[in-house]
Structures are given as structure tokens and as C-alpha cells.
């Protein structure tokens, strides 16, 4: 995108710029992050970059030719060096799911990234968030390009949320975007805001060395609400061999209805390509914590290992089996999708984050703990303990997470 200036400006143009070269065919595109010349020293404004970085098409840290500017996450504090590194390790996840939306574009001429006016081209809400875009078919962002808040420690960034259910990347949050709505969301440094459709499915590899080769380890993130499939590209990963079609591709597709079903179909083209048997994680974020999972590899019940992150919101299951078989599992219970029931804790985090007098916290959480008739009437009362101007990003943050769902604030 050319030799950008070390600066906020700079990043905030990025997403927009990024996106909008899509329209003239322009996908396959890198900027240099973190910046690569002039500007100052920003340990918060490089990891933000970091993350734009990692839901780009091209992730590439450069700079200008001086000792000072180095990008690597070792040449920084080991906090801003943690959180590169998390964010670089993600990106190294992600590369099944961006390898096979890059043969889309191939084949389809869909790029990775693209503006939100392409899915929503009739809605008035697709042409007023600039930065927010499409990584893939599966997942749309929108970065955080402003410092964060220094009362909250919270960055924040408008969010356009098209109509249909959506579910935090990271969390499993659901949130509403019943007839189309506009969100502020309100993020720490060590988050970003990442949106999974309903009924995303997106493949992905454990993390574990430097190779980007088909891996035997391999997660799925699955999110619920609506049918969905994705079949999973994979060739040598060089080479032109793929154009005689030596590939590998793997179907993976999610059910829904009153339960659910998500199967992992059999490998087909040149499986020899890829590992003969894989250990799957198969991660149910965003679904209900009480749901019973029966799993079957071809047709055959197992007992595989099942285990529940509340921090995430996700039902883990793992199993071994062979890329030519059929993994099968039947989602049930009394309600499949995650009730926001964690919305409380979300709201103490952001509370305990804050630089706010412990008084205030008090009338806060006493606030949140109490029984109002409508969301709205809860969020004016903690208006009135939110009046100074520097308090205000807490209460932003706090209404983000009491209107998750449309129909609370209706």
C-alpha cells in the first residue's frame, strides 16, 4: 500500500484501503505493519497493526533501514512481544481457511478481503463502515485503528452488523443484528473485533513450528445457528500440478435445525497429499454449554474426549481418525445456542479494567445486579455514575454487552 508513515492516521487508512483495492481487482495486497518510516516509537499502535495484519491478505512486518524501528516481536518489551507473538501464532492457525479462500479467488475471482457493500449491496449500513470488511466468506472484522481509552483500556471501533445472528470469534458472544444495527465495539489490547457468522465453519491447524504444509493436527472452529458448508482446499503447496487437479479437498458441513448435525466428509481427490490420519479438535464455540454431543466415524459410535472453555464459550471435542472416513457428530439439547449467560462476568471485567474509583465500581455492579424492568432503564441508571466525560468509554463498553441481543433492548 506503499511506504506508510508510523502513525494512527496511517493505520486508520488501511482497512479502507486494503478493502477498497479489491474493487479494482487489487486482492492480493500487503501493507507494512506497524509503518515503515518517520513517525515515533508506539508499542500500543504497533499491535494494533499487528492485528490488521493477521486478517490481511499478505501479513508482512517491514520498516525503513534503522536499528530503532525493528518489528520483531523480540526486539519489544515482553508484553508487546507476548502479544505479537499470539497474534503471529493465530495467523499461522488460520492458513487452511485463508489458503483455501485464496483458491476462490482462483477459481471464482472472490477475493479474501472484501468490502461489506459486496454481501449487502442494498443496505444503507454496508457503505458507512469503511474499515470493516470481509477476511474470507466465514468471518468479517472491523480494527481497532485509535489508541484505547486510558480510563477504560479499552479500544473501540463502530461495527455494522447486518441482519442475522453473529457470534464473537473469540468469545462466542451472540449478538443480534436484527434488521441490520450499528454497535460500538469495545476491545483490550488483547482482543480485536472478529465476527463469525451463524454457521461459520472455519478450518484451521494447530499451532506448532514454522511449516505451512497440510497438517495432522487440525482444529474447526463451528459456530451455530443456520446450515452452512465449507470444503477445505489442499494441494502440494507449490508448484502448478493443482491446475491438472492435484488437490485434495474435504467437505465439512453443519446442519441445523431443532439438534444439529456437523459432518466431516471423507477426503477426495489426491489424498496422498495430505497426512492419512488426523487429530481433530473440533471446537463448538458460541453453542449452549449444556449440549450433549454423540459422536460416530464411520457410522460407528466413539468416546471421544469432551471438554468445555467457559472462557470461550466452546464445547472442545478431540479425536484421531483416518482422512478417509466420516466424522459425524449429533448436537442436542434444550437450547443449542449460548445464552449471553456469561454477560455479567464480561461486565465485571470491564469494571475491574478501568482506572475508576472503587466507590463508583460499587454503584456500578449494584447497578447490574439489580432488577430493572428494561435494558434501557438499567443503562440510564448507570449513565448517572458515568458522567464525567473520561467515565463515559466505561459505560460504552458496558452498554456493548446489555444490548448483545436486539430483542433485550426491544
Not at 501464532?89 to 481457511?97: G, I, S
Not at 486510558?150 to 455494522?160: T, Y
Not at 446442519?255 to 490420519?277: H, M, S, Y
Not at 449494584?366 to 424492568?373: A, C, E, P, V
Request: aromatic share 12%.
Amino acid at each position: 500500500s506503499g511506504d506508510t508513515t508510523i502513525a494512527w492516521e496511517s493505520l486508520q487508512f488501511q482497512p479502507y484501503f486494503t478493502a477498497t483495492a479489491t474493487n479494482i481487482g487489487y486482492g492480493w495486497w500487503s501493507h507494512d505493519i506497524g509503518g515503515h518510516m518517520g513517525g515515533y516509537k508506539d508499542v500500543e499502535l504497533l499491535q494494533r497493526w499487528v492485528q490488521l495484519g493477521v486478517f490481511s491478505p499478505i501479513n508482512r512486518l517491514h520498516s525503513s533501514r534503522s536499528w530503532w524501528m525493528q518489528k520483531e516481536p523480540w526486539a519489544n518489551d515482553f508484553a508487546t512481544a507476548e502479544g505479537m507473538k499470539h497474534w503471529l501464532r493465530l495467523r499461522h492457525q488460520l492458513f487452511p481457511y485463508i489458503y483455501t479462500m485464496n483458491y476462490r479467488c482462483h477459481r471464482e475471482l472472490s477475493a479474501l478481503v472484501e468490502p461489506m457493500y459486496y454481501s449487502h449491496p442494498k443496505c444503507d449500513g454496508a457503505y458507512h463502515v469503511p474499515n470493516q470488511f470481509w477476511f474470507g466468506t466465514e468471518v468479517m472484522v472491523a480494527p481497532i485503528t485509535t489508541p484505547d481509552d486510558k480510563i477504560a483500556h479499552l479500544g473501540s471501533v463502530d461495527v455494522w452488523l447486518p441482519d442475522g445472528q453473529w457470534f464473537d470469534f473469540f468469545t462466542g458472544s451472540r449478538y443480534s443484528g436484527l434488521g441490520g444495527r450499528r454497535i460500538t465495539a469495545n476491545r483490550p489490547m488483547t482482543a480485536m473485533p472478529v465476527f463469525a457468522k451463524a454457521g461459520a465453519i472455519v478450518p484451521m491447524a494447530n499451532y506448532t513450528d514454522n511449516r505451512l504444509s497440510s497438517s495432522e493436527d487440525m482444529e474447526v472452529l463451528v459456530f451455530p445457528g443456520a446450515d452452512n458448508a465449507f470444503t477445505l482446499y489442499e494441494d502440494a503447496g507449490d508448484g502448478h500440478d493443482f491446475e491438472s487437479g492435484a488437490f485434495c479437498q474435504t467437505q465439512m458441513q453443519l446442519t441445523w435445525g431443532e439438534n444439529a448435525r456437523f459432518v466431516i466428509a471423507p477426503a477426495c481427490g489426491q489424498v496422498d497429499l495430505i497426512p492419512q490420519k488426523r487429530n481433530w479438535s473440533i471446537k463448538l464455540r458460541g453453542f449452549h454449554k449444556d449440549i450433549c454431543v454423540e459422536v460416530t466415524v464411520d457410522g460407528v459410535r466413539m468416546e471421544a474426549s469432551k471438554r468445555f472453555d467457559p472462557k470461550t464459550n466452546t464445547t472442545i471435542i478431540t479425536l484421531q481418525a483416518s482422512v478417509g472416513s466420516q466424522i459425524c457428530l449429533d448436537i442436542t439439547g434444550k437450547t443449542l445456542i449460548h445464552d449471553n449467560a456469561d454477560m455479567l462476568d464480561r461486565c465485571a471485567e470491564i469494571i475491574n479494567r478501568a482506572e475508576l474509583a472503587y466507590h463508583t465500581k460499587e454503584h456500578l455492579w449494584s447497578i447490574l445486579t439489580q432488577k430493572f424492568s428494561t435494558v434501557r432503564k438499567q443503562i440510564w441508571a448507570l449513565g448517572f455514575q458515568c458522567t464525567d466525560r473520561e467515565n463515559r468509554s466505561v459505560l460504552k463498553a458496558l452498554k456493548e454487552m446489555l444490548l448483545l441481543t436486539q430483542e433485550e433492548y426491544l
